[in-house]
């Protein structure tokens, strides 16, 4: 079966990557509909060796659509996923909008793919930061009860979107010739680390830590799950990383969680510190893998497991991670039951 | 009294800045000696606005020393501290040769400047982001027990040196250019992010997350504190700060741990969530202050306490605090029983 497929916010960092997934993964689909607002709409994206005109959205937009990947913001997404759902797509949303209706599946493929045996007509995509780390504890909780996770996160200006890395560019440009960099909306990315991203909210944490208290409950199936988060921004153009302690009952040592991610689809790990080989976002950037390692028995408390995660937040934390549910629904309505991630 | 001072490594980051703030801050010395290794004898330093002669070190270069600033690596300490205390001068070493005995004070002077009291002639001046984290901690100590820390590291690059700020400049050039980062003895740090400072111990630990756990232990004086550390290299100049949760008995909330810090000298609360206010090394660069805040009731336990700290690294984390602990030996040396950090 061939889909009609729409990617709406087609010219951002995100709709860009669905678009290079969608055709270099060979999902079937012959001529994507590609959607923006206003502003990017008009322009051409590139697509099997010609070009695809942008067009603005509109009621009639979805007219025949089967799958649409939504990469724009929260009220993109409000406004448009009833419009495609009523025209017969399955939306597929990479904003935050509905990530937390508890009729929407919030999918991350390896872990909780199932889910789309129900056929929801409404899927989210879970939030950058979380995915990389829920695909690190995930495969831990076989036999096991996972109750509490510590997070800092070390998250890629690319994260903030397109204008962000701009932004970050010129203020490196800036120090390097020995001039501050200038404020944006918020404080300069250049040469600084700022613990805020998204707005605050009322307990003091920020909407993005949150997000990974609530996605990290919601994605595992562990409700009562016990997570704090700080969500710092660094200036690296791509690939979100995360320091993580985590406490499992009964607990589990550093050997056997090596050993439980080596056999995960989507995880890769890389833990030799003899040899200097442990996560980074320099060899994240561009691979499909959520690269974990340092994992080590943790110090404070030996009952815990610490380590590191890094990924691509372009593509596993957001377009690979769509594109993948994208996959999984489109064999599930050919009849074939599972794809491999 | 005048002070013979003498700065070995005086031409480092480190060694440059204690030179600066010996000048700004009109440490009583007339003409400070300034030693290095023999590859850098032979340069000059700024001083007092004409310039002073690095000359290299050797056995003689301590005679009528009254206070040495050691700015240079373990085995430089090791070697010259023995000399210098006998030829007279107390030693105040920024290496970490010294700083696990037992009969070596590690002063941060607001938090135990009281050691200094029993005139030791070899003093220790902590881990850079070790500073910061118990300058945070040190107040809320008053009628608590500190039981347990966790925190991870965003640890500038100016902390490995000028060499490394250099690398990173070229590798900031170089991905603006299009070009990947080279590396250089490890990982790239432009456009990265690299878990691992310091050498690895068998713990799965690198020595700069042990330093942590060590110092903050022998600093605050709470042997069996438990602590567990990430350290972290992010790419930015100057400035390192850490994500930090602490459990206190009896616990303290926010607003306490808030009006506590704001009485502690050295420190800066700077915490207005609201008003997008809150710690970063753009801001703590170039400043004496540590600054703190993001202060919070820790969401997975409530009785936990979680909070954001930056400061100057080559400044509080190392020159200045050195610069301070000199500031208070010579004040007790002139029957000025203590100074104002």
Chains 1, 2 share one sequence.
């Not at 960092?13 to 923006?36: K, N, S």
């Not at 780390?133 to 996770?149: C, E, H, Q, Y």
């Not at 390097?176 to 909210?201: S, T, W």
């Amino acid at each position: 079966m061939t889909h009609r497929l729409v990617v709406l916010g087609a010219t951002g960092l995100v709709g860009r990557t669905m678009l290079e997934l969608i055709e270099a993964r060979g999902f079937p689909t012959a001529r994507p509909r590609l959607l923006a607002s206003d502003r990017s709409a008009g322009r051409t994206m590139p697509w099997a060796g010609s070009r695809l005109p942008v067009e603005p959205v509109d009621e009639a937009s979805f007219a025949g659509a089967t799958v649409a990947l939504f990469a724009g913001g929260n009220d993109v997404s409000r406004r448009w996923a009833p419009v495609a759902r009523a025209a017969g797509a399955v939306v597929i949303d990479n904003s935050s909008a509905f990530r937390y209706d508890d009729d929407v599946p919030l999918v991350v493929p390896e872990i909780n793919g199932d889910l789309l045996a129900a056929r929801p007509t409404l899927i989210a995509n879970p939030n950058c930061s979380t995915i990389a780390i829920v695909m690190a504890l995930a495969p831990l909780l076989r036999g096991r009860r996972l109750t509490r996770i510590w997070t800092s996160t070390y998250q890629s200006v690319s994260g903030a979107g397109s204008s962000a890395v701009e932004r970050l560019e010129e203020g490196l440009r800036a120090t390097l010739a020995g001039k501050p960099a200038a404020r944006g909306d918020g404080p300069p990315f250049a040469d600084n680390v700022v613990p805020h991203i998204d707005r605050f909210e009322d307990n003091g944490y920020t909407r993005e830590e949150m997000k990974i208290v609530w996605e990290s409950r919601k994605i595992l199936g562990v409700p009562d799950l016990a997570v704090s988060a700080t969500a710092v921004r660094v200036p690296v153009r791509v690939g979100h990383s995360a320091s993580v302690t985590a406490w499992f009952d009964p607990p589990l040592g550093p050997d056997e969680a090596r050993r439980e991610w080596a056999t995960f689809p989507g995880l890769r790990v890389v833990d030799d510190p003899a040899e200097s080989r442990y996560p980074m976002p320099m060899d994240a950037a561009g691979l499909d893998d959520v690269l974990v390692g340092r994992a080590r028995v943790d110090l404070a408390d030996p009952d815990a497991l610490t380590f590191f995660v890094a990924s691509d937040n372009l593509r596993k934390g957001a377009a690979l991670n769509a594109v993948q549910i994208a996959e999984q629904w489109a064999a599930r309505a050919s009849g074939q039951p599972s794809v491999a991630p």
